[in-house]
């Protein structure tokens, strides 16, 4: 099994965007589950985890590192079940929730993502590049390879934004 990010799908509902990726991983989920919900996993490929209480209504604080690394944003632990579902509501980009599933016996797991904030078309397409960007980071980050955001660059996002915008 190769590393599947499927492409984000979305749509709005009122004010509310809603935004959802598939990844077909070939690991583990107690691998996948380390790298994308703990504070040691998360900046491999998304944010520094300045607070992480992992329990129903934990504080959460991630700080993006692609950037200006005083971006923080905070919120709590909406739903927590270990290896399973971790799901927080932060200030900048709403309900995060991430649902592993076991897949191809116990090598390989099935991560089904949901995004839901408030925002415009405008911020719709921004989050969807930046989480299929995110995403492609966790990829290399569970083949070994965390992300060194020295080296991070706007044009991927760029690129992908583009591709969302068309279709």
Avoid at 18 to 27: Q, T
Avoid at 88 to 98: P, Q, V
Avoid at 104 to 116: A, I, M, Q, V, Y
Avoid at 151 to 161: A, D, H, I, K, N
Wanted: glycine fraction near 8%; hydrophobic fraction near 35%.
């Amino acid at each position: 099994m190769t590393a599947l990010i499927g492409q984000g799908t979305s749509w709005t509902d009122g004010s509310t965007q809603h935004l959802r990726y598939a990844l077909h991983l070939p690991h583990p989920v107690e691998k996948v589950w380390a790298a994308a919900a703990t504070p040691e996993g998360l900046p491999g490929w998304l944010a520094a985890a300045d607070v992480f209480e992992p329990r129903l209504g934990g504080a959460v604080t991630l700080r993006w590192l692609n950037g200006d690394e005083s971006a923080s944003h905070s919120g709590h632990i909406t739903e927590w079940d270990p290896e399973r579902v971790a799901e927080y509501t932060i200030d900048l980009h709403g309900r995060c929730r991430f649902h592993l599933e076991a897949a191809d016996g116990k090598t390989g797991t099935t991560l089904r993502f949901t995004n839901e904030f408030d925002g415009d078309d405008a911020l719709r397409l921004d989050c969807l590049a930046g989480w299929h960007n995110h995403f492609e980071f966790l990829v290399d980050a569970l083949d070994g390879r965390p992300k060194d955001w020295s080296t991070w660059s706007l044009e991927p996002w760029r690129e992908l934004r583009e591709t969302y915008r068309k279709q």
